[in-house]
Protein backbone atom coordinates (compact mmCIF):
# COMPACT_ATOMS: atom_id res chain seq x y z
CA UNK A 1 0.00 0.00 0.00
CA UNK A 2 0.95 3.43 -0.58
CA UNK A 3 0.45 6.62 1.29
CA UNK A 4 -1.28 8.52 -1.36
CA UNK A 5 -1.12 12.03 1.06
CA UNK A 6 2.61 12.17 0.73
CA UNK A 7 2.66 10.97 -3.07
CA UNK A 8 -0.03 13.50 -4.00
CA UNK A 9 1.95 16.62 -2.28
CA UNK A 10 5.04 15.57 -3.74
CA UNK A 11 3.26 14.83 -7.71
CA UNK A 12 0.76 17.39 -7.26
CA UNK A 13 -1.40 14.29 -8.50
CA UNK A 14 -5.08 13.78 -6.68
CA UNK A 15 -6.76 10.06 -6.84
CA UNK A 16 -10.33 10.28 -7.92
CA UNK A 17 -11.98 7.24 -5.83
CA UNK A 18 -15.77 7.19 -6.77
CA UNK A 19 -17.20 4.53 -3.67
CA UNK A 20 -13.62 4.63 -1.72
CA UNK A 21 -12.84 1.09 -3.49
CA UNK A 22 -9.20 1.47 -3.34
CA UNK A 23 -9.10 4.34 -0.84
CA UNK A 24 -7.69 3.11 3.08
CA UNK A 25 -8.94 6.11 5.19
CA UNK A 26 -7.43 5.07 8.40
CA UNK A 27 -5.18 2.26 10.11
CA UNK A 28 -7.11 0.28 12.36
CA UNK A 29 -6.42 -2.20 14.98
CA UNK A 30 -10.09 -3.66 15.36
CA UNK A 31 -11.26 -5.64 12.72
CA UNK A 32 -9.44 -7.52 9.86
CA UNK A 33 -11.22 -8.93 7.02
CA UNK A 34 -10.12 -11.02 3.96
CA UNK A 35 -12.71 -10.71 1.55
CA UNK A 36 -11.69 -12.99 -1.04
CA UNK A 37 -11.44 -15.92 1.80
CA UNK A 38 -14.70 -14.42 3.62
CA UNK A 39 -12.29 -14.06 6.84
CA UNK A 40 -13.80 -11.69 9.76
CA UNK A 41 -11.98 -11.65 12.76
CA UNK A 42 -12.10 -8.96 15.68
CA UNK A 43 -8.71 -7.78 17.67
CA UNK A 44 -7.44 -11.38 16.07
CA UNK A 45 -10.54 -14.06 16.81
CA UNK A 46 -12.53 -15.20 14.86
CA UNK A 47 -16.32 -14.48 14.37
CA UNK A 48 -17.18 -18.10 13.96
CA UNK A 49 -15.17 -18.47 17.70
CA UNK A 50 -16.74 -15.28 19.59
CA UNK A 51 -20.40 -16.11 18.04
CA UNK A 52 -20.04 -19.53 19.55
CA UNK A 53 -18.64 -18.42 23.15
CA UNK A 54 -19.07 -14.80 23.86
CA UNK A 55 -21.48 -11.90 25.25
CA UNK A 56 -22.57 -8.92 23.36
CA UNK A 57 -20.82 -7.35 26.35
CA UNK A 58 -18.12 -9.11 26.37
CA UNK A 59 -17.23 -8.84 22.40
CA UNK A 60 -18.00 -5.13 22.75
CA UNK A 61 -15.37 -4.40 25.41
CA UNK A 62 -13.08 -6.94 23.38
CA UNK A 63 -13.48 -3.77 20.19
CA UNK A 64 -13.02 -0.89 22.56
CA UNK A 65 -10.41 -1.52 24.97
CA UNK A 66 -8.81 -4.09 22.70
CA UNK A 67 -8.37 -7.09 24.84
CA UNK A 68 -11.30 -9.73 26.27
CA UNK A 69 -11.97 -8.42 29.82
CA UNK A 70 -11.36 -10.44 32.95
CA UNK A 71 -14.02 -11.36 34.67
CA UNK A 72 -14.10 -8.78 36.97
CA UNK A 73 -13.83 -6.19 34.37
CA UNK A 74 -16.79 -7.62 31.92
CA UNK A 75 -18.79 -7.99 35.78
CA UNK A 76 -18.23 -4.45 36.28
CA UNK A 77 -19.04 -2.70 33.01
CA UNK A 78 -22.55 -4.94 33.40
CA UNK A 79 -22.94 -3.70 36.04
CA UNK A 80 -22.40 0.25 35.11
CA UNK A 81 -24.39 -0.43 32.01
CA UNK A 82 -27.43 -1.76 33.79
CA UNK A 83 -27.19 1.17 36.36
CA UNK A 84 -27.08 3.87 33.03
CA UNK A 85 -30.48 1.90 31.78
CA UNK A 86 -33.18 4.76 32.43
CA UNK A 87 -33.40 8.17 30.18
CA UNK A 88 -33.90 11.47 31.26
CA UNK A 89 -38.56 11.50 31.95
CA UNK A 90 -38.19 14.92 29.92
CA UNK A 91 -36.74 12.75 26.96
CA UNK A 92 -39.50 10.57 26.93
CA UNK A 93 -42.27 13.37 26.03
CA UNK A 94 -39.48 13.74 22.51
CA UNK A 95 -41.56 10.89 21.51
CA UNK A 96 -44.75 11.71 21.75
CA UNK A 97 -43.75 14.85 19.65
CA UNK A 98 -43.05 12.70 16.64
CA UNK A 99 -45.43 11.64 14.26
CA UNK A 100 -46.50 7.97 15.06
CA UNK A 101 -45.55 6.56 11.37
CA UNK A 102 -42.16 7.93 11.80
CA UNK A 103 -39.36 5.07 10.61
CA UNK A 104 -38.06 3.73 13.57
CA UNK A 105 -34.46 4.23 12.57
CA UNK A 106 -35.24 8.48 12.05
CA UNK A 107 -36.53 8.09 15.87
CA UNK A 108 -33.93 6.63 16.81
CA UNK A 109 -30.77 8.52 15.65
CA UNK A 110 -33.25 11.99 16.62
CA UNK A 111 -33.61 10.52 20.19
CA UNK A 112 -29.54 9.72 20.19
CA UNK A 113 -29.03 13.54 18.92
CA UNK A 114 -31.88 14.68 21.59
CA UNK A 115 -29.63 12.20 24.61
CA UNK A 116 -27.13 14.91 23.91
CA UNK A 117 -28.57 17.59 24.78
CA UNK A 118 -28.30 15.72 28.50
CA UNK A 119 -24.85 15.41 28.14
CA UNK A 120 -23.21 18.33 26.56
CA UNK A 121 -21.16 19.50 29.47
CA UNK A 122 -19.71 15.90 29.68
CA UNK A 123 -19.09 15.16 26.60
CA UNK A 124 -15.28 16.05 25.64
CA UNK A 125 -13.71 13.77 23.33
CA UNK A 126 -9.99 14.87 25.32
CA UNK A 127 -11.43 14.18 28.85
CA UNK A 128 -10.66 9.96 28.77
CA UNK A 129 -13.51 9.75 32.18
CA UNK A 130 -16.07 11.53 29.64
CA UNK A 131 -15.32 9.16 26.92
CA UNK A 132 -15.59 6.17 29.00
CA UNK A 133 -18.60 7.60 30.68
CA UNK A 134 -20.33 8.07 27.32
CA UNK A 135 -19.26 4.67 26.22
CA UNK A 136 -21.35 3.57 29.02
CA UNK A 137 -24.35 5.66 28.54
CA UNK A 138 -24.34 4.92 25.32
CA UNK A 139 -24.62 0.97 25.91
CA UNK A 140 -27.11 1.47 28.52
CA UNK A 141 -29.41 4.14 26.76
CA UNK A 142 -29.89 3.00 22.92
CA UNK A 143 -31.43 0.22 23.58
CA UNK A 144 -34.33 1.82 25.74
CA UNK A 145 -34.65 4.36 23.12
CA UNK A 146 -34.71 1.37 20.06
CA UNK A 147 -37.42 -0.26 22.25
CA UNK A 148 -39.44 3.13 22.82
CA UNK A 149 -39.29 3.54 18.86
CA UNK A 150 -40.92 0.16 18.53
CA UNK A 151 -43.36 1.06 21.17
CA UNK A 152 -43.89 4.19 19.46
CA UNK A 153 -44.58 2.80 15.97
CA UNK A 154 -47.24 0.15 17.78
CA UNK A 155 -48.61 2.78 19.46
CA UNK A 156 -48.04 1.14 23.01
CA UNK A 157 -47.33 2.25 26.88
CA UNK A 158 -42.93 2.66 27.43
CA UNK A 159 -42.16 0.37 30.36
CA UNK A 160 -38.84 1.03 32.71
CA UNK A 161 -36.10 -1.04 32.41
CA UNK A 162 -35.58 -4.19 34.84
CA UNK A 163 -32.07 -3.71 35.55
CA UNK A 164 -32.24 -7.16 36.78
CA UNK A 165 -31.79 -8.79 33.93
CA UNK A 166 -29.21 -9.39 31.55
CA UNK A 167 -28.64 -6.96 28.31
CA UNK A 168 -30.66 -8.80 25.67
CA UNK A 169 -33.72 -9.82 28.35
CA UNK A 170 -33.67 -6.07 29.28
CA UNK A 171 -34.11 -5.23 25.64
CA UNK A 172 -36.72 -8.27 24.74
CA UNK A 173 -38.34 -7.32 27.88
CA UNK A 174 -38.63 -3.58 26.61
CA UNK A 175 -39.96 -4.55 23.27
CA UNK A 176 -42.06 -7.09 23.84
CA UNK A 177 -43.94 -6.39 27.34
CA UNK A 178 -46.48 -4.96 28.17
CA UNK A 179 -47.86 -3.08 31.28
CA UNK A 180 -49.39 -4.54 33.94
CA UNK A 181 -48.20 -8.06 32.90
CA UNK A 182 -44.79 -10.40 33.48
CA UNK A 183 -42.80 -10.94 30.71
CA UNK A 184 -41.34 -14.48 30.64
CA UNK A 185 -38.08 -14.34 28.69
CA UNK A 186 -37.88 -16.95 25.94
CA UNK A 187 -34.17 -18.69 26.43
CA UNK A 188 -33.83 -19.59 23.06
CA UNK A 189 -34.77 -16.16 21.61
CA UNK A 190 -32.54 -14.35 23.85
CA UNK A 191 -29.66 -16.43 23.26
CA UNK A 192 -30.23 -16.19 19.07
CA UNK A 193 -30.85 -12.29 19.68
CA UNK A 194 -27.59 -12.25 21.16
CA UNK A 195 -25.70 -13.96 18.52
CA UNK A 196 -27.21 -11.94 15.65
CA UNK A 197 -26.07 -8.70 17.79
CA UNK A 198 -22.75 -10.15 18.03
CA UNK A 199 -21.90 -10.81 14.62
CA UNK A 200 -22.89 -7.65 13.87
CA UNK A 201 -20.62 -5.62 16.48
CA UNK A 202 -18.21 -4.46 14.20
CA UNK A 203 -16.84 -4.54 10.27
CA UNK A 204 -14.29 -2.46 9.54
CA UNK A 205 -14.78 0.90 7.61
CA UNK A 206 -18.27 0.09 6.04
CA UNK A 207 -20.28 3.40 5.22
CA UNK A 208 -21.86 4.23 9.09
CA UNK A 209 -18.26 3.39 10.83
CA UNK A 210 -16.49 5.41 7.94
CA UNK A 211 -19.40 8.20 8.91
CA UNK A 212 -18.64 7.73 12.25
CA UNK A 213 -15.18 8.57 12.18
CA UNK A 214 -15.80 11.34 9.86
CA UNK A 215 -17.84 12.85 12.59
CA UNK A 216 -15.24 12.12 14.98
CA UNK A 217 -12.61 13.45 13.35
CA UNK A 218 -13.77 16.96 13.32
CA UNK A 219 -14.08 16.98 16.89
CA UNK A 220 -17.45 16.04 17.21
CA UNK A 221 -18.58 14.09 20.09
CA UNK A 222 -19.85 10.57 20.64
CA UNK A 223 -23.49 11.48 20.58
CA UNK A 224 -23.01 13.21 17.66
CA UNK A 225 -20.94 10.74 15.74
CA UNK A 226 -23.51 8.06 16.63
CA UNK A 227 -26.24 9.43 16.04
CA UNK A 228 -24.79 10.22 12.46
CA UNK A 229 -23.47 6.74 11.95
CA UNK A 230 -27.14 5.85 12.14
CA UNK A 231 -28.62 7.91 9.86
CA UNK A 232 -26.00 6.03 7.42
CA UNK A 233 -26.96 2.92 8.22
CA UNK A 234 -30.44 3.48 7.34
CA UNK A 235 -29.99 3.48 4.34
CA UNK A 236 -31.48 0.17 1.87
CA UNK A 237 -27.43 -0.47 0.33
CA UNK A 238 -26.17 -0.58 4.06
CA UNK A 239 -28.01 -1.76 7.16
CA UNK A 240 -31.74 -0.79 5.59
CA UNK A 241 -31.01 -4.08 3.61
CA UNK A 242 -32.07 -6.69 6.03
CA UNK A 243 -35.89 -4.67 5.94
CA UNK A 244 -35.51 -4.44 2.26
CA UNK A 245 -35.06 -8.51 1.99
CA UNK A 246 -37.68 -9.21 3.93
CA UNK A 247 -40.58 -6.57 1.70
CA UNK A 248 -38.44 -7.84 -1.51
CA UNK A 249 -39.72 -11.47 -0.33
CA UNK A 250 -42.86 -10.35 0.68
CA UNK A 251 -43.79 -8.71 -2.71
CA UNK A 252 -42.40 -12.25 -4.70
CA UNK A 253 -44.75 -14.45 -2.46
CA UNK A 254 -47.72 -11.67 -3.21
CA UNK A 255 -47.45 -11.24 -6.92
CA UNK A 256 -47.12 -15.13 -7.22
CA UNK A 257 -44.39 -14.23 -9.57
CA UNK A 258 -41.91 -17.26 -9.56
CA UNK A 259 -38.95 -17.05 -7.86
CA UNK A 260 -36.80 -18.26 -10.76
CA UNK A 261 -38.28 -14.92 -12.82
CA UNK A 262 -37.33 -12.62 -10.20
CA UNK A 263 -33.88 -13.63 -10.50
CA UNK A 264 -33.86 -13.39 -14.45
CA UNK A 265 -35.46 -9.75 -13.59
CA UNK A 266 -32.58 -9.01 -11.31
CA UNK A 267 -29.83 -10.37 -14.14
CA UNK A 268 -31.77 -8.02 -16.80
CA UNK A 269 -31.49 -5.19 -14.34
CA UNK A 270 -35.31 -4.63 -15.22
CA UNK A 271 -36.37 -1.25 -13.37
CA UNK A 272 -32.88 -1.41 -11.46
CA UNK A 273 -34.20 -4.01 -9.08
CA UNK A 274 -31.62 -5.98 -7.24
CA UNK A 275 -31.35 -9.16 -5.18
CA UNK A 276 -31.10 -7.35 -1.82
CA UNK A 277 -29.08 -9.10 1.24
CA UNK A 278 -27.22 -10.25 -1.42
CA UNK A 279 -23.15 -8.40 -2.71
CA UNK A 280 -20.75 -7.07 -0.62
CA UNK A 281 -18.00 -4.40 -1.52
CA UNK A 282 -15.18 -6.55 0.42
CA UNK A 283 -16.94 -10.56 0.69
CA UNK A 284 -15.96 -12.06 -3.05
CA UNK A 285 -17.01 -14.86 -1.23
CA UNK A 286 -19.43 -16.17 1.26
CA UNK A 287 -20.02 -13.78 4.07
CA UNK A 288 -18.76 -15.59 7.45
CA UNK A 289 -21.67 -13.91 9.09
CA UNK A 290 -24.26 -15.27 6.80
CA UNK A 291 -22.76 -18.85 7.26
CA UNK A 292 -23.67 -18.61 10.86
CA UNK A 293 -27.27 -16.96 10.46
CA UNK A 294 -27.84 -19.18 8.27
CA UNK A 295 -26.77 -22.39 9.93
CA UNK A 296 -29.22 -20.91 12.48
CA UNK A 297 -32.03 -20.13 11.05
CA UNK A 298 -33.87 -23.06 10.58
CA UNK A 299 -33.08 -24.44 14.29
CA UNK A 300 -34.09 -20.61 15.67
CA UNK A 301 -37.79 -20.96 13.71
CA UNK A 302 -38.40 -24.26 14.88
CA UNK A 303 -37.45 -23.52 18.32
CA UNK A 304 -39.59 -20.37 18.28
CA UNK A 305 -42.58 -22.84 16.81
CA UNK A 306 -42.35 -20.81 13.81
CA UNK A 307 -42.67 -22.04 10.42
CA UNK A 308 -42.43 -19.03 7.57
CA UNK A 309 -42.54 -20.13 3.74
CA UNK A 310 -40.74 -17.04 3.19
CA UNK A 311 -37.24 -18.69 5.03
CA UNK A 312 -37.84 -21.30 2.18
CA UNK A 313 -38.03 -18.73 -0.43
CA UNK A 314 -34.97 -17.65 0.46
CA UNK A 315 -33.27 -20.47 -0.02
CA UNK A 316 -34.44 -21.12 -2.98
CA UNK A 317 -33.65 -17.65 -4.02
CA UNK A 318 -29.94 -18.21 -2.87
CA UNK A 319 -29.45 -21.61 -4.51
CA UNK A 320 -31.20 -20.15 -7.74
CA UNK A 321 -28.67 -16.57 -7.82
CA UNK A 322 -25.65 -19.40 -6.61
CA UNK A 323 -25.84 -21.60 -9.67
CA UNK A 324 -26.19 -18.63 -11.82
CA UNK A 325 -23.11 -17.28 -14.48
CA UNK A 326 -24.77 -13.87 -13.58
CA UNK A 327 -24.35 -14.30 -9.69
CA UNK A 328 -21.20 -15.91 -9.72
CA UNK A 329 -18.97 -14.04 -12.76
CA UNK A 330 -19.39 -10.99 -10.56
CA UNK A 331 -19.07 -13.01 -6.62
CA UNK A 332 -22.25 -12.04 -5.46
CA UNK A 333 -22.93 -13.75 -2.24
CA UNK A 334 -25.80 -14.13 0.12
CA UNK A 335 -24.38 -11.23 2.92
CA UNK A 336 -25.22 -10.98 6.56
CA UNK A 337 -28.80 -9.17 5.84
CA UNK A 338 -30.27 -11.86 3.83
CA UNK A 339 -31.70 -14.35 6.65
CA UNK A 340 -31.63 -12.07 9.40
CA UNK A 341 -35.06 -10.69 8.55
CA UNK A 342 -36.57 -13.84 8.63
CA UNK A 343 -34.99 -14.45 12.14
CA UNK A 344 -36.34 -11.08 13.14
CA UNK A 345 -39.49 -11.95 12.04
CA UNK A 346 -40.20 -15.13 13.55
CA UNK A 347 -39.05 -13.49 17.25
CA UNK A 348 -41.84 -11.25 16.54
CA UNK A 349 -40.40 -8.26 15.02
CA UNK A 350 -42.21 -5.15 12.52
CA UNK A 351 -39.93 -5.00 9.67
CA UNK A 352 -39.27 -1.53 10.53
CA UNK A 353 -37.25 -2.44 12.92
CA UNK A 354 -35.31 -4.46 11.52
CA UNK A 355 -32.37 -1.93 10.90
CA UNK A 356 -33.00 -0.31 14.38
CA UNK A 357 -31.42 -4.10 15.30
CA UNK A 358 -28.65 -3.70 13.24
CA UNK A 359 -28.08 -0.26 15.03
CA UNK A 360 -28.16 -1.92 18.55
CA UNK A 361 -25.29 -4.67 16.72
CA UNK A 362 -23.10 -2.33 15.69
CA UNK A 363 -22.81 0.24 18.24
CA UNK A 364 -19.54 -1.27 20.05
CA UNK A 365 -18.20 -1.28 16.56
CA UNK A 366 -19.17 2.69 16.01
CA UNK A 367 -17.95 3.36 19.83
CA UNK A 368 -14.48 1.33 19.28
CA UNK A 369 -13.47 3.07 15.68
CA UNK A 370 -14.75 6.52 17.69
CA UNK A 371 -12.12 6.04 20.48
CA UNK A 372 -9.50 4.57 18.42
CA UNK A 373 -9.69 7.55 15.87
CA UNK A 374 -9.79 10.01 19.12
CA UNK A 375 -6.72 8.48 20.57
CA UNK A 376 -4.78 8.61 17.57
CA UNK A 377 -3.50 11.92 17.61
CA UNK A 378 -1.94 11.68 14.31
CA UNK A 379 -5.57 12.06 12.67
CA UNK A 380 -6.10 14.79 10.34
CA UNK A 381 -9.68 16.18 9.93
CA UNK A 382 -11.91 13.90 7.50
CA UNK A 383 -11.79 16.20 4.32
CA UNK A 384 -11.60 14.52 0.54
CA UNK A 385 -10.76 16.23 -2.27
CA UNK A 386 -13.27 16.76 -5.26
CA UNK A 387 -12.13 17.03 -8.97
CA UNK A 388 -13.84 20.51 -9.88
CA UNK A 389 -15.73 19.60 -13.11
CA UNK A 390 -17.98 22.65 -13.23
CA UNK A 391 -17.99 26.01 -15.58
CA UNK A 392 -14.72 27.79 -15.66
CA UNK A 393 -15.23 31.73 -14.61
CA UNK A 394 -17.93 33.81 -16.39
CA UNK A 395 -19.48 37.19 -15.60
CA UNK A 396 -22.74 38.05 -14.16
CA UNK A 397 -24.94 39.29 -16.92
CA UNK A 398 -24.99 42.85 -17.11
CA UNK A 399 -28.51 44.13 -15.90
N1 LIG B 1 -28.21 -7.88 -7.12
C1 LIG B 1 -27.92 -7.84 -8.45
N2 LIG B 1 -26.77 -7.38 -8.96
C2 LIG B 1 -25.86 -6.93 -8.10
C3 LIG B 1 -26.08 -6.93 -6.71
C4 LIG B 1 -27.31 -7.42 -6.23
N3 LIG B 1 -27.56 -7.44 -4.92
N4 LIG B 1 -25.01 -6.41 -6.09
C5 LIG B 1 -24.14 -6.08 -7.05
N5 LIG B 1 -24.65 -6.40 -8.27
C6 LIG B 1 -23.99 -6.26 -9.59
C7 LIG B 1 -23.96 -4.79 -10.00
O1 LIG B 1 -25.10 -4.45 -10.75
C8 LIG B 1 -22.70 -4.77 -10.84
O2 LIG B 1 -23.01 -5.37 -12.09
P1 LIG B 1 -22.33 -4.81 -13.47
O3 LIG B 1 -20.87 -5.14 -13.37
O4 LIG B 1 -23.05 -5.55 -14.55
O5 LIG B 1 -22.61 -3.35 -13.50
C9 LIG B 1 -21.76 -5.72 -10.12
O6 LIG B 1 -22.62 -6.65 -9.43
C10 LIG B 1 -20.84 -5.04 -9.10
O7 LIG B 1 -21.66 -4.35 -8.17
P2 LIG B 1 -21.33 -2.95 -7.53
O8 LIG B 1 -22.63 -2.22 -7.30
O9 LIG B 1 -20.29 -2.25 -8.33
O10 LIG B 1 -20.70 -3.40 -6.15
P3 LIG B 1 -20.46 -2.48 -4.89
O11 LIG B 1 -19.32 -3.06 -4.18
O12 LIG B 1 -20.37 -1.05 -5.28
O13 LIG B 1 -21.81 -2.63 -4.04
C11 LIG B 1 -23.43 -3.45 -2.54
C12 LIG B 1 -21.95 -3.46 -2.95
C13 LIG B 1 -23.91 -2.02 -2.34
C14 LIG B 1 -23.57 -4.19 -1.22
C15 LIG B 1 -24.26 -4.15 -3.64
O14 LIG B 1 -23.83 -5.49 -3.78
C16 LIG B 1 -25.75 -4.10 -3.36
O15 LIG B 1 -26.40 -3.12 -3.71
N6 LIG B 1 -26.34 -5.19 -2.72
C17 LIG B 1 -27.73 -5.18 -2.37
C18 LIG B 1 -27.97 -4.37 -1.10
C19 LIG B 1 -27.44 -5.07 0.13
O16 LIG B 1 -27.67 -6.23 0.37
N7 LIG B 1 -26.72 -4.29 0.96
C20 LIG B 1 -26.16 -4.79 2.22
C21 LIG B 1 -24.67 -4.80 2.16
S1 LIG B 1 -23.99 -5.56 3.57
C22 LIG B 1 -24.23 -4.47 4.82
O17 LIG B 1 -24.26 -3.29 4.70
C23 LIG B 1 -24.48 -5.06 6.07
Given at each position: ???????????????????????????????????????????????????????????????????????????????????????????????????????????????????????????????????????????????????????????????????????????????????????????????????????????????????????????????????????????????????????????????????????????????????????HRVYKNYDPRAKIVKASADEVLEA????????????????????????????????????????????????????????????????????????????????????????????????
Amino acid sequence: SIDVSTLSKQTGYTALDYGFVNTASTKSEITYIDGEAGILRHRGYPIEQLAANSSFLEVAWLLIYGELPTADELGEFDEKIRRHTLLHEDLKRFFSALPSGAHPMAVLSSATSALSTYYSDQSDPDNPDHVDMNIIRLLAKLPVIAAYAHKTANGQAFLYPDNSLGYVENFLRLNFGVMSEPYEINPVMAKALERLLILHEDHEQNASTSTVRLVASTGANQFASVSAGIQALSGPLHGGANEAVLRMLGQIRDSGESVARFVERVKNKEDGVKLMGFGHRVYKNYDPRAKIVKASADEVLEALGVNDPLLDMAKELEEIALSDEYFQSRNLYPNVDFYTGVIYKAMGFPTSVFTVLFAIGRLPGWLAQWREQNLDRQGKIGRPQQLYVGPAERDYPAK
